[in-house]
Nanobody, 115 residues
Framework: QVQLVESGGGLVQAGGSLRLSCAAS????????MGWYRQAPGKQRELVAV???????NYVDSVKGRFSISRDNAKNTVALQMNSLKPEDTAVYYC?????????WGPGTQVTVSS
């Protein structure tokens, strides 16, 4: 059984920064992808940033240059540093772990950016 525990999030003014962290536990195959998705009210869940265990990254265009993903393979953790936050970044952010075709999700953490 795989579990993901998120921390961070909260309320911040536009232009501010937040850091999200996620720790995975359980039976985790070493080759995997970890990252973050978000879902705003009335919208579909979208990829924000992901990183493979080999270090390859993928970001949604709207966060490039503002967000940075990092991970510690030995500890099965992933973090998302979010800078220059905008009101449109407001959403519930979900940690994701993908092992081949299996997806595991954290419970989500709210990020609210006020204007």
């Amino acid at each position: 059984q795989v579990q993901l525990v998120e921390s961070g999030g909260g309320l911040v003014q536009a232009g501010g920064s937040l850091r999200l962290s996620c720790a995975a536990s359980g039976n985790i195959f070493s080759i995997n992808t970890m990252g973050w998705y978000r879902q705003a009210p009335g919208k579909q869940r979208e990829l924000v940033a992901v990183m493979t265990s080999g270090g390859n990254t993928n970001y949604v265009d709207s966060v490039k240059g503002r967000f940075s993903i990092s991970r510690d393979n030995a500890k099965n953790t992933v973090a998302l540093q979010m800078n220059s936050l905008k009101p449109e970044d407001t959403a519930v952010y979900y940690c994701n772990l993908r092992i081949t075709t299996l997806n595991y999700w954290g419970p989500g953490t709210q990020v609210t950016v006020s204007s």
